[in-house]
């Protein structure tokens, strides 16, 4: 249950920081490790979790994640950022947890899934008129395509950029830029009768719950 419940105060890791990590848990460093799971725990979890909106899925699908990960470290190149690699090895899980369960009753399109392809922190009081609006948000998210929400995700929470999202989800960029805009698109389309300035909608930052 490492990867169910948030830490507050959790730093996330300079890329120099998180290199040296990196370094140590190759060697065998389990405090080193550790250390990487702590600083990327929620943050995977809340990305596979929206995906997939199965927490039970969502845990395994991370315990998978790290686990390879860590196994695989030999192989890893310092030249990317580990967190990316990680939400590449999580999101390709994520893609193939969805077929195994969209296989049975045909719901999947398998061309569309291979081909190519937080909560939104509201500047707004925290009155019931804000947690509606961020109801809602998310609502308009969960519709989006997996390949939109997951690009919206790594954007908006990641802070990921439109190459390291092409990196991410294994697309050329040119691709990446076009899901992050259609995805905008269909939210401002399913929120324009709620948010009449977008400029009270910061990014998808907070934990997804």
Not at 63 to 75: K, P
Not at 164 to 179: D, F, N, V, W, Y
Not at 192 to 197: F, I, Y
């Amino acid at each position: 249950m490492i990867l169910r419940q948030a830490e507050n105060g959790v730093q996330r890791l300079t890329r120099r920081m998180e290199r040296r990590l990196v370094a140590q848990a190759r060697g065998g460093d389990e405090e080193a490790a550790r250390r990487l799971v702590d600083s990327h725990k929620d943050r995977l979890f809340a990305f596979v979790w929206r995906i997939l909106r199965d927490h039970e899925d969502s845990e395994e699908i991370c315990q998978e994640a790290f686990l390879r990960a860590f196994s695989s470290l030999d192989s890893f190149s310092p030249e990317y950022r580990f967190s990316t690699w990680l939400f590449t090895i999580a999101y390709r899980l994520c893609l193939n947890q969805i077929r195994r369960k969209k296989a049975l009753t045909g719901e999947v399109d398998f061309s569309n899934l291979s081909a190519s392809d937080d909560d939104v922190c509201v500047q707004l009081a925290e009155s019931e008129e804000a947690r509606r609006l961020k109801d809602k948000i998310w609502e308009a998210v969960d519709e989006l395509s997996v390949q939109q929400r997951a690009a919206v995700l790594l954007f908006y929470r990641e802070e990921m950029s439109c190459d390291q999202i092409a990196q991410t989800l294994g697309i050329p960029m040119a691709t990446a830029k076009s899901h992050l805009h259609r995805a905008r698109g269909r939210l401002r389309d399913a929120l324009s009768g709620l948010v009449k300035d977008w400029t009270q909608v910061q990014a998808l930052r907070e934990a997804a719950s």
